[in-house]
């Protein structure tokens, strides 16, 4: 730009310079034709008028040319800033990346058998809109299929209880005049729990499961030990608790059967075939005569089952002139699984499962179910499962005060209950259980408004329910209900313990087991996709399989 200017001011001066009126010249002649010289003139005002322009042009490339470059300047500034800014955000994320992987191998047994989950490829529906788009039955349809298929099939539910509860009450009854009241356990009365108890049982045969509460006689007693109490346990363990046998008073363990004479028929029930020779030679008890493991000081699951089995045998004998049908366990490795034979051909099943109160709360410990609800197995025979099923059936007897007359609730669950039973007749059992539906029930109860669950939105909460149960697969998370759970009513009287433990993921098995998780899935919206159909044709008819065949069962 400098130079620029001094060339203008050059030619400036050189045109002052050379004018012939400012600065003539000696020898010059001055032309005699006055017009050439006024020609002449103009050319050379042309001429500087020209220069003049093409400076001026220079001048403004050199000022544009100047612009730019303080504009690259000021862009590679802000861009280094940004680059600047965009590493440290880097960088933070990073930290945090590797903070969330140390606290997951902290809380991690060990490396995963499998993948932690399938590739989005592999899950069908994920990633579109929910539940694909499914079109339910209208409300006309629905509420046809519900009176055919579901309240005419558990019509007689209240009937089926009422026999079975009195059965039920002899068996107990005649088990207790066989026991030593000074060295059996006692059996206390049965509670009645699950579907048949909660007003949801959808498959025929009804079926009837009962907790038969057992204890120690005095001085000795239970002393239950939670996983969530102070002590760190696996994941694939949460939700088992193992049960000391101890005296109430707090001495070492003895036992008082060594004090009583017993018949030579009788047997102390904490015992083994040999409690006498130990107390005969003076060397006192050992833990492995108890129904304990003979590895630790834990109550063993798999002696207390055959104990029990035994129990209900030697009771059947003793009533059974007085009933006119046969009595079978139904499953060997479920104790108290038992099947009512009647000569007809007819049968009816019932479950008595033997529990032990966890201290003074409605919380039982179960020495085995058919289905695990928390979606693992124990993996010793001292691991007792913790059921919350006498908590779950008073929560529903709580909401319903505060729900609309006919209230949709239970209706929703029944159906889907049924949807999901039909599809495991079609393509086998999946990992989704009709416990994981009542749980989702169970979160949408207290989430929504009383108001909301009247008779006419029974399509519409049924929706809602297969929805929550879709979004809780895809996150492979479904908490308990009671778990650390927050929200559940202070009158529900759950134990403080387990209130401020953390969730409990019922879905956890789906994280650790890719396959069982892909079929799961597949198996999920495959319902969804016959349940328009299924809903549809059972409403019109009943088919000849809605009725199981009977298993087959062991006399006793």
């Not at 000021?74 to 994320?93: I, K, M, N």
């Not at 979004?471 to 927050?486: A, I, M, S, T, Y």
Request: proline share 6%; glycine share 6%; net charge negative.
């Amino acid at each position: 730009m400098a130079m620029g200017l001094f060339r203008v001011c050059l030619v400036v001066v050189t045109a002052i310079v050379n004018h012939p009126l400012l600065f003539p010249r000696e020898n010059a002649t001055v032309p005699e034709n006055e017009e050439e010289i006024i020609r002449k003139m103009q050319e050379h005002q042309e001429k500087l008028q020209l220069e003049q322009l093409r400076l001026e042009e220079e001048v403004s490339r050199l000022v544009a040319e100047k612009e730019a470059l303080q504009q690259v300047e000021e862009v590679g500034q802000q861009q280094s800033e940004a680059h600047t800014a965009w590493d440290l955000w880097s960088t933070l994320c990073m930290i945090l990346f590797l903070i969330i992987e140390v606290w997951r191998q902290d809380h991690q047994d060990g490396p995963l058998p499998e993948c932690l989950g399938a590739d989005e490829d592999e899950l069908p529906g994920l990633g579109g809109p929910p539940l694909q788009g499914l079109t339910l039955p209208n409300m006309a349809i629905l509420g046809h299929f519900y009176e055919r298929c579901i309240r005419s099939a558990t019509a007689d539910a209240a009937r089926t209880r009422e026999f079975v509860e009195g059965f039920v009450d002899d068996l107990l009854e005649a088990l207790r005049s066989l026991y030593n009241q000074d060295t059996d356990m006692e059996m206390e009365d049965f509670i009645g729990v699950g579907s048949m108890y909660e007003n949801w049982q959808v498959d025929r045969p009804l079926l009837c499961h009962l907790f038969v509460p057992f204890t120690l006689p005095e001085p000795y007693c239970f002393h239950p030990e939670l996983w969530c109490s102070s002590r760190s346990v696996p994941l694939d363990r949460q939700g088992y608790s193992q049960i000391r046998v101890a005296r109430a008073d707090g001495d070492p363990l003895g036992c008082i059967c060594g004090k009583t004479k017993l018949g030579e028929d009788m047997l102390c029930l904490l015992h083994g075939k040999n409690h006498e020779t130990w107390f005969s030679s003076g060397q006192g008890l050992k833990m492995e005569d108890l129904l304990g493991s003979s590895e630790s000081p834990y109550l063993d699951a798999m002696r207390v089952m055959k104990w029990f089995q035994t129990s209900l045998t030697r009771a059947w004998h003793l009533i059974a002139h007085k009933y006119e049908f046969d009595l079978a366990f139904g499953q060997l490795d479920t104790p108290g699984s038992l099947k009512i034979k009647f000569r007809s051909g007819k049968f009816m099943p019932l479950i008595l499962t033997p529990v032990i109160q966890c201290h003074d709360s409605d919380l039982y410990f179960v020495s085995h179910l058919p289905r695990e609800p928390f979606g693992g197995t124990p993996v010793s025979s001292t691991d007792w499962l913790l059921s919350f099923a006498v908590y779950e059936r008073q929560f529903l007897r709580m909401i319903a005060k505060a729900l609309p007359e006919g209230a949709c609730h239970l209706s929703c669950l029944q159906i889907a209950s049924f949807l999901l039973s039909k599809q495991s007749r079609l393509t086998g059992p999946s990992g989704l259980s009709n416990y994981h539906l009542k749980t989702a029930l169970l979160h949408l109860l207290l989430s929504r408004p009383a108001a909301d669950w009247k008779a006419t939105q029974l399509d519409v909460r049924l929706r809602e329910l297969l929805c929550f149960l879709e979004k809780c697969l895809l996150e492979k998370k479904l908490h308990h209900f009671f778990v650390g759970n927050r929200k559940v009513p202070e009158a529900m009287g759950l134990p403080e313990a387990l209130l401020r433990a953390e969730p409990l993921n019922l879905f956890r098995s789906f994280v650790v087991q890719r396959t069982l998780y892909c079929s799961t899935v597949a198996s999920f919206y495959e319902m969804l996709k016959n349940a328009p159909t299924l809903i549809s044709e059972y409403s019109l008819h009943v088919p000849s399989d809605h009725t199981s065949p009977p298993p087959k069962a062991v006399v006793l």
